[in-house]
């Protein structure tokens, strides 16, 4: 019995999760050929060779991965310092409710709401100019369609740094960080080696997975970087659908060869990253 | 353990029978031969699925509190509206083409210029069908644009619904005297820097397409079929023209907005002292929603701006073509036209020519409500330019990616 419920739960698994994925991909991967598509004529690798060639692709990933970098560093960051020095402040419910209502908010309106308050004739502009900071609107800072990314940056971070702080106060609950650390002061460690010691390594390396899928997530962020993006480079999930979108018919295949590249890409740092790892016997 | 066996069951079923679904061809070519009523008679009770830009409230409230309800009470049939434009009509065709889908989703399109052109190459529209039509006898199909789309004979493919020019758009009393050609333009942009940008969208490269047949010596320079040297001759100077002034546009042309919602916002909170837009800049709702100021002004370019019609066509694998056709034939009646008129609605300009209607409906178009901010497509006229041939937008997209934005 028990061997039949895990075959369905197998089956549904692949009927839900891993068909329509690998259809979509085969798909895919038939258009950047040239194979299928109203406006392809067969097989070519004139697609392939036109993304990889043009360097927009790797451009626009380097780009994503920098942008989803810094904003899971700094998310991660102020969440453990957050949960350090506030735990118990957090534990009350205002500041619990406080704490989970960003994560209610959806990605799309927090990017309205950044461009709204950092643009240059945004809210923060506005103040700036009454207070006589600046008389035009062009001498505010470009805090949101910018070359460094700031603004996607702020709304990522705003986005995901509470869903860390809950996470890593029910880490550090489970894990007993706090009677850990009693111990450890008790056999004479200090604050700072409680922390380096105890406290990061327990709450990183029991998240280490969702942090990573969480940068993932970010790397393929649409709604944020297609409002508060530049054009160029661009983040890539909004590369892929500007290329897909094309005016040009015949060149919309190369906006399948780039889904195809990234979906690899991220595939093979997925496997990577989380096969089960062979344990060395009398490891540490 | 037996439930779930049968839902597996009923699942893979469904998933079968839905892809061995019955091939249902409708008889096009009786169609095309039938009287109008008997194409009524088809028309009744159906439902047809239109697919259209949702992106102005003046345009949904037209659609949704006046033509909805008017084709149901009228003709019995129950219009859906679906939002998508351009590029995704053609990705929806397209996808069912390729999936050999003989009923599609969708029936008729707004659609016009270069998503006629796509739409065409595919092979996705159905027609031709506007001869059929008794309100198409109103429409003067000798003015040339109504009867061209971007160059291309519309042939009775698809049918003309309004006409518009692009238009800049300014503030007096900010800008007392706003740039007319591209010399002027260059002086602005240094004196008022970060003031002026080229949106990355059908609209700014509308705007490109002004300055190209500028740059190409006069309003009809670009006429024709494409011609490539043609267009390299004249983009090399647009891209100079564009790149060596690029440091005085909206953040230093070190980026440009994605599209015109954007500029509009960027115009009305004070970055940018011009933008420009279709349907003459599209300024009396912003006007009157507070958007913009009372100082709000349009103008052509000297050179001329483009002036289109925008069209409605029928999808190739449309299962209710008789009632898209009912539909469309009620939108180009004097009544739907006239609605569609009103400055303090859609304020758009009607397709129909004003000797062929009865005198009833030419006096009530005359005694419309009339613009109060925005200029009117017979003051623009003069600088009136036709739209180019689709390939110039097509590669004007490419090329002001790779030229500027990633230069």
């Known amino acids: ?284 | 353990m037996k439930r779930i066996k049968y839902i597996l069951f009923g699942f893979l079923l469904g998933v079968t029978v839905l892809s061995c679904k019955e091939k249902v061809r409708q008889d096009d070519d009786k169609l095309k031969n039938a009287s109008w009523e008997e194409i009524e008679d088809y028309a009744d009770g159906t439902t047809v699925n239109f697919m259209m830009w949702q992106g102005s409230t003046a345009i949904n409230d037209y659609i949704n509190n006046y033509v909805v309800p008017s084709v149901k009470r009228k003709y019995n049939i129950d219009l859906q509206i679906s939002g998508g434009q351009g590029p995704e009509i053609v990705q929806l065709v397209m996808g069912e083409k390729q999936a050999d889908i003989e009923q599609g989703q969708v029936d008729m399109a707004w659609i016009n210029g270069e998503t006629f052109f796509q739409l065409r190459k595919v092979k996705g529209l159905w027609g031709p069908f506007v001869g059929l039509l008794p309100n198409a006898s109103l429409i003067n199909f000798k003015d040339s644009f109504i009867s061209t789309d971007f160059q291309q004979p519309v042939n009775g493919m698809e049918a003309p619904w309004s006409i518009n020019q692009f238009a800049i758009v300014y503030d007096f009393e900010k800008l007392p005297n706003p740039p007319k050609n591209i010399p002027e333009l260059k002086k602005f942009v240094k004196e008022h820097p970060g003031t002026f940008t080229i949106s990355n969208d059908f609209t700014g490269m509308t705007l490109l397409k002004s300055f190209m047949a500028e740059l190409g010596g006069g309003p009809n320079s670009l006429d024709g079929k494409f011609d490539e040297d043609r267009y390299t001759e004249i983009s090399e100077k647009l891209w100079s023209f564009i790149n060596e002034n690029k440091r005085y546009f909206w953040k230093e042309g070190s980026t440009f907005p994605k599209e015109q919602s954007k500029m509009n916002q960027l115009f009305a909170n004070g970055e940018l002292l011009i933008t420009y837009g279709f349907n003459e800049g599209g300024i009396e709702d912003k006007v009157l929603n507070g958007l913009y100021t009372q100082s709000t002004k349009g103008y052509a370019w000297s050179n001329g701006t483009i002036r289109n019609s925008n069209y409605l066509g029928i999808l190739y694998n449309s299962p209710e073509k008789a009632g898209a056709m009912q539909v469309i034939n009620f939108l180009l009646s004097p009544e739907a036209q006239l609605k569609k008129a009103d400055a303090k609605g859609m304020d758009s300009n009607t397709v129909l020519a004003m000797d062929k209607l009865e005198s009833e409906w030419k006096d009530k178009f005359l005694d419309a409500r009339k613009r109060e901010y925005g200029p009117t497509l017979k003051e623009l006229e003069v600088n009136a330019i036709a739209e180019p041939a689709p390939e110039y937008m097509i590669r004007l997209y490419e090329d002001f990616r790779k030229k500027v934005i990633e230069n």
């Open chain 1, 1 to 284: 019995m028990k061997i039949k419920k895990l075959n369905i739960g197998i089956l549904l698994f692949v009927l839900v999760g891993v068909l329509p994925f690998a259809a979509a991909f085969i798909y895919a991967l038939l258009y950047s050929f040239g194979i299928i598509g109203v406006a392809n004529n067969g097989f070519t690798l004139q697609f392939w060779k036109s993304v990889i060639t043009s360097g927009t692709f790797f451009k626009s990933f380097g780009y994503s991965f920098l942008i989803a970098l810094v904003a899971v560093v700094i998310s991660v960051g102020s969440a453990l310092w957050i949960t350090s020095k506030f735990r118990q402040q957090l534990e009350k419910r205002f500041m619990s409710f406080i704490i989970y209502l960003p994560l209610a908010i959806p990605g799309i309106v927090t990017g309205f709401f950044t461009f709204q308050l950092f643009s240059k004739g945004g809210f923060f502009a506005r103040i700036s100019h009454k207070l006589g900071f600046i008389t035009e609107a062009s001498q505010f800072p470009d805090l949101v369609n910018d070359g460094l990314a700031i603004g996607i940056i702020f709304s990522f971070i705003t986005m995901i740094t509470p869903f860390f702080v809950l996470l890593f106060l029910n880490v550090y609950k489970n894990e007993r960080v706090e009677e850990l650390s009693l111990l450890a002061q008790s056999l004479g460690a200090n604050a700072n080696q409680i922390t380096q010691r105890v406290f990061l390594p327990i709450l990183i390396k029991k998240t280490w997975v969702l942090i990573m899928l969480y940068f993932i997530f970010l790397l393929g962020a649409y709604e944020v970087p297609l409002i508060l993006g530049q054009e160029s480079p661009q983040m890539l999930s909004v590369l892929i659908i500007q290329e897909i979108k094309q005016y040009d018919l015949d060149k919309i295949s190369e906006g399948y060869v780039v889904a195809v590249l990234y979906t690899l890409i991220v595939s093979v740092a997925a496997i990577l990253l989380f096969l089960p790892k062979r344990k060395r016997p009398y490891a540490n």
